[in-house]
């Protein structure tokens, strides 16, 4: 039997309610830091030590964060569908929730890669790419090859390795599903585009959504709320 497809597009919100701060809403992230100074690759040249800090404390709110419904309901889509999450989140929820397969367009909090002046906008070797779980980093953490040690992030300035494996799952979709993403950052903000003419697509947010197409229907609640709806969508069709 062929199981149709459903491509999951996941951002801030849907890790809200495991208690991590999205970035755009008030109290948000970028209330509170610097885009410049934290999340771009010439923050990285300017003040590494403070970079490293607050990646830091992103792995450690991260160790005690857990999965929350929403992320149980996207895993449990598997049983009955073939499921893409591509996620914009650096943290490991989805995997922890059970979800198979992921792509992470925007990087991981729990991987390090040596830092390579020459390289890194344009992209690195997946090999170089390895796990440190929960541990912090600081200045003078080398690699094997000699070179300080970088949290493996899509930093604002960077190319977006993961873009087109994002491209394709979207263009295969039988339905794509959003959830808790303001749509704001590119590409990601315009992945939906790539889905198919009859492909609908469902967001979940409890807040405006900035898009209008005639193939989105959007379901208006928090993530862990929105996917009861959503699921019961799925079984009246
Ligand atoms: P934003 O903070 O921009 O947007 C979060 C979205 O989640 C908003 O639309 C909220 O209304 C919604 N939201 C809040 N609480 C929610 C809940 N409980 N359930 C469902 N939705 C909820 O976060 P992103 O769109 O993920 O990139 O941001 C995209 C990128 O901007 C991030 O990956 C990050 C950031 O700069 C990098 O750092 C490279």
Known sequence: MNRKRITVLTG???????????????????????????????????????????????????????????????AGLEKEYDVTVVTQNVDNLHERA????????????????????YNDRDGFSEESVFDIGYSEIHLGDLAPDGAQLRPHIVWFGEAVPKIEAAIDAVERADIMLIVGTSLQVYPAAGLYRYAKNNTPIYIIDPKDVPVADSRITHIRNVATKGMETFKNILNSK
């Open 98 to 117: 059970g979800s198979t397969r992921i792509i992470h367009l925007h990087g991981e909090l729990t991987k390090v890669r040596p830092e390579d002046r």
């Open 12 to 74: 801030a919100g849907v890790s809200a309610e495991s208690g991590i701060s999205t970035f755009r809403d008030s109290n948000g992230l970028w209330e509170n830091y610097s885009v410049e100074d934290v999340a771009s690759i010439g923050g990285w040249y300017r003040n590494p030590a403070l970079m490293l800090d607050f990646y830091n404390m992103r792995r450690k709110e991260l160790a005690s964060a857990k999965p929350n419904a929403a992320h149980v309901a996207i």
